[in-house]
């Protein structure tokens, strides 16, 4: 079984900001991990995925997140948040034996503040 | 290339009404996914579909529910003689295949039961 857990329901930050959501996960395998942003009323959006290799995974939008295998953590970061960056952000976790079902976190609302 | 396109957007039914909902995947994608999303909640995985094969179809409910992805058409999702408690965003993810690959979202149909 797959699990991912990301413990903030909320995370607020001022403008300007560095920016961290958290993610961990549990897999009984080698993982690939995923971020998705979601604006209201819309689908998820692909963020940034890691799949092998460099630990430290760049993306879209200037965000970037860092795979901890000791961890078992993936946390979402951005050097400088922007108020445009609040949305729901989700964390996804599949395995190469399961044909690319993927589970996701409840999610995390950043809301970043002028 | 249009993206993954989900209607109705939204769709209202009354308690024991029948409710479909329709998912036309990405050019080129022959892979779907199913989620639901509860308000307040993260997204919950349904069924994981190929052209004409259901492969994974371990988060739907037992009664009820049923998916299908046709040689020709988009997928479909229905929910026979619908309750309250089915009121929730569903949305649709298709991909080219395999967990390496990221998921492509529709904007979602919001079903509301009265």
């Known amino acids: 079984a797959q699990s991912v857990a990301q413990p903030e329901d909320q995370v607020n930050v001022a403008e300007g900001n560095p920016l961290t959501v958290k993610c961990t996960y549990s897999v009984s395998g080698n993982p690939y991990l995923f971020w998705y942003v979601q604006y209201p009323n819309r689908g998820l959006q692909f963020l940034l995925k890691y799949i092998t290799g460099d630990n430290l995974v760049k993306g879209s939008y200037g965000f970037e997140a860092e795979f901890n295998k000791s961890q078992t953590s993936f946390h979402l970061k951005k050097p400088s948040a922007l108020v445009s960056d609040s949305a729901l952000y989700f964390c996804?976790?599949?395995?190469?034996?399961?044909?690319?079902?993927?589970?996701f976190g409840d999610g995390t609302t950043l809301t970043v503040k002028p | 290339n249009a993206g993954v396109m989900q209607n109705p957007r939204h769709l209202v039914r009354r308690r024991g009404q029948e409710a479909r909902l329709r998912c036309s995947p990405m050019k080129g994608h022959s892979h779907v996914y199913w989620y639901r999303q509860l308000p307040e909640e993260g997204l919950k995985f349904m069924v994981y579909l190929q052209k004409e094969n259901i492969i994974d179809e371990s988060g739907m409910p037992k009664e009820r529910f049923s998916a299908e992805f046709p040689k020709e058409g988009p997928s479909i999702l229905r929910i026979q003689q619908v309750v309250r408690g089915d009121s929730a965003a569903y949305f649709c993810?298709?991909?080219?295949?395999?967990?390496?690959?990221?998921?492509?979202f529709g904007s979602g149909t919001q079903l509301s039961v009265l």
């Open positions: 993810a298709t991909s080219p295949g395999g967990p390496l690959e990221k998921l492509f």
């Open positions: 996804a976790v599949s395995l190469n034996t399961n044909a690319g079902k993927s589970t």
